[in-house]
């Protein structure tokens, strides 16, 4: 397979972590970098520290995608659709495959079906595909839980548990999750969507019911809860004292013939001493499977962006999932 020209959109600290990844990968080249704040003018391959590569980080990615003509651009810039819509479109306008970490893009049919029609389309139209993807959604609470369904004659309902320290996290995952707030001021931004909490459990419960074959009549969403710390515990960006906002949980359920099948709980927090991820499928035969510690995200996020590439060119045309790419699975 040829090499593919690369561009890079959105370097924080995820981007930044895919673009070294990268740098690393045969048959992938950076030709372009674009943000629209941080180091614009100086050298990507300086920014990352494998030396001058000419690449120029810009702040304009339209002129970027004019200029070089990607083959694949990485795109790492919000959590929600509306948001990139525009920058996915004009990417496959310009002919450019797109895989984006958008949480919401990850299963778009359910939210926003009327986008997500608009983009199969174009991506059909000019021969490239799209896919959001990362650890969650894209991988621990959907894809992984897919391919565990492939040993089971039957399966009945599905629990996924993912519980982590996000002492480990970047800066901004910890401020997402109201970490050193007080309980008031949490609830305060939540109801004002100053911080979001996690992005994603709708959507991968659409993706699971959709590969499995179910159809999800609804999705409740609880609203994040914080998780109140208990003893002062401390990040490399916060100290935390008991009584304050550690982090949050979260659960979602989808229900199929009336009956919740899938449930999802996400915890998020500083000072987790018990991380791991645990998937439960209950069904013939029966599936416990426990990953301990936690996956660290902001690297495995990076690495299911990278190694899905060639996966995704292998698909045809059009608005991808991971389903998509997914080899097995009970259905």
């Known amino acids: 397979m040829k090499e593919l020209r690369v561009l890079h959109i959105g370097l924080g600290a995820i981007g930044l972590e895919v673009a070294k990844l990268v740098s690393k990968k045969s048959g992938l ?14 050298d990507f391959g300086e920014v990352l520290g494998v030396g001058k590569t000419g690449v120029k980080v810009s702040s304009d990615y339209r002129r970027v995608l004019k200029e070089v003509k990607p083959d694949l651009v990485l795109h790492a810039t919000s959590s929600y659709l509306q948001d990139v819509y525009e920058q996915i479109v004009d990417c496959v306008k310009a002919g450019a495959n797109v895989i984006s970490t958008c949480e919401e893009l990850s299963y778009p049919y359910r939210k926003h079906p009327s986008l997500a029609k608009n983009l199969d389309h174009l991506a059909k139209e000019y021969r490239v595909r799209v896919l959001g993807t990362g650890v969650n959604p894209g991988f621990l609470m959907d894809t992984l839980v897919l391919l565990l369904t492939a040993v089971c004659q039957e399966v009945y309902s599905i629990v996924v548990e993912r519980v982590i320290d996000a002492s480990h996290r970047r800066e901004a995952f910890q401020r997402k999750i109201g970490a050193a707030l007080t309980e008031a001021e949490f609830k305060g931004k939540m109801a004002a969507k100053e911080i979001s909490g996690h992005v994603g459990l ?8 959709d590969a499995m074959g179910w159809v999800v009549e609804r999705i409740e969403a609880e609203q994040p809860e914080p998780i109140i710390a ?33 449930t999802l709980v996400f ?8 991380e791991y991820d645990r998937i439960h499928i209950l069904g013939n035969p029966e599936v416990h499977q426990t990953i ?5 995200g902001d690297r ?29 699975s009970f259905r």
């Open 29 to 42: 080249r950076t030709v372009g970098a674009s943000d629209l704040v941080k180091y614009v003018g100086e």
């Open 202 to 209: 709708e959507e991968s419960i659409a993706l699971i019911g």
């Open 267 to 274: 915890k998020a927090y500083v000072g987790a001493e018990d």
């Open 230 to 262: 208990s003893k002062e515990v401390s990040s490399p960006y916060y100290t935390i004292s008991a009584g304050r906002v550690a982090g949050l949980q979260q659960t979602a359920r989808g229900f199929v013939d009336g009956k919740e099948r899938i």
């Open 300 to 328: 495995a996020t990076a690495a299911v962006v990278v190694n899905s590439i060639w996966p995704l060119m292998k698909c045809r045309p059009g608005l991808r999932t991971m389903k998509d790419l997914q080899t097995l």
């Open 292 to 296: 301990k510690p936690a996956i660290q």
